[in-house]
């Protein structure tokens, strides 16, 4: 029975989560959550920040400040202005002040040097415990060539190595993202592997073999043919954690499958400086025998 309330209380939360990440462009207001999570506005303030562990409208400016960091980083070319307006701020001042405040560097400096680790220190990730069965089903995986760059090191450091990635794909012209594939495989768990230890290996699909003599670091590899149960995770990047325990914890164990020798990975549709938050889609492999 406490499982049960614990869980239904989770739920409601999610769905606030779910509606901050949906509005993020505009004025969000005290008596629309309160709504959404059927909770009373006399004590809405206190539930989100002992659940959350701060108040909603500091978690609501530090979602917009991480959706706008991505867009400084991986859209070069985009105004600064445009991204502040998008993002719900008011003016660019605003924006600037606020971003700062959090992350000790104006959006210019992030935007020039972007100091990952530090950041990731800033943002929280909202507690999100899963209410929902998800639907898994089995496919089989073909063989596919991919060009390969290894990450090592702090998993907050990752979208340095996804950077280097991406410059890679605009210089060579090599793995276009448009019409290529993007995976991710990821033999290790950031949360049971010591940093140094942990390892991701970023991927895009190629037609042919890439030359190796490049200074980025891309290699070739495949993804083998195989069985695998798949689910399709919907939203952050950074919660498919929980959605791949989903599939060791809760759907491996009664499924009568056994898992074959290759690790786990990722199918990227979109990107988080493209979309919005809840517009990611990512379909997560699992091997099979």
């Known amino acids: 029975m406490h499982d049960d309330k614990t869980g239904a209380y989770a739920k409601r939360f999610n769905q606030v989560f779910d509606y901050i990440e949906h509005h993020l462009d505009r004025t969000i207001l005290l008596e629309q959550l309160c709504e959404v999570a059927k909770f009373s506005p006399y004590h809405f303030h206190r539930q989100f920040s002992s659940y959350c562990g701060m108040p909603v409208g500091r978690y609501i ?8 960091s991505y867009r400084l980083v991986f859209n070069p070319l985009e105004k600064i202005i445009d991204i502040a307006l998008d993002v719900g701020f008011q003016n660019p001042e605003s924006f600037s002040r606020a971003f700062k405040q959090v992350f000790g560097l104006t959006p210019s400096q992030f935007r020039q040097k972007p100091a990952w680790v530090a950041w990731s220190q800033c943002i929280p990730e909202p507690k999100r415990i899963r209410t929902q069965t998800m639907k898994v089903s089995i496919v089989n995986f073909p063989a596919t060539a991919v060009a390969m760059l290894a990450h090592r090191g702090q998993s907050e450091r990752l979208n340095e190595t996804a950077a280097r990635f991406i410059e890679w794909r605009k210089t060579t012209g090599l793995s276009p993202v448009r019409t290529s594939q993007t995976y991710g495989i990821a033999p290790h768990d950031p949360l049971t592997t010591k940093p140094d230890d942990f390892r991701f290996d970023i991927c ?26 798949v689910v399709r995770h919907h939203g952050s990047h950074c919660s498919l954690t929980e959605s791949a325990r989903y599939l060791y914890r809760d759907w491996l164990p009664t499924s009568g499958e ?32």
């Open 204 to 229: 895009g699909s190629v037609d042919a073999l890439i030359p190796e003599d490049n200074p980025f670091g891309v290699i070739n590899g495949i993804i083998p043919a195989g069985r695998c149960a």
């Open 258 to 289: 056994e898992l074959r020798d290759f690790p786990m990975y990722f199918h990227y549709f979109n990107f988080v400086h493209e979309v919005a938050i809840h517009e990611l889609l990512t379909d997560i492999y699992l091997p099979l025998k």
């Open 61 to 68: 400016q530090l979602m917009r400040l991480k959706h706008a």
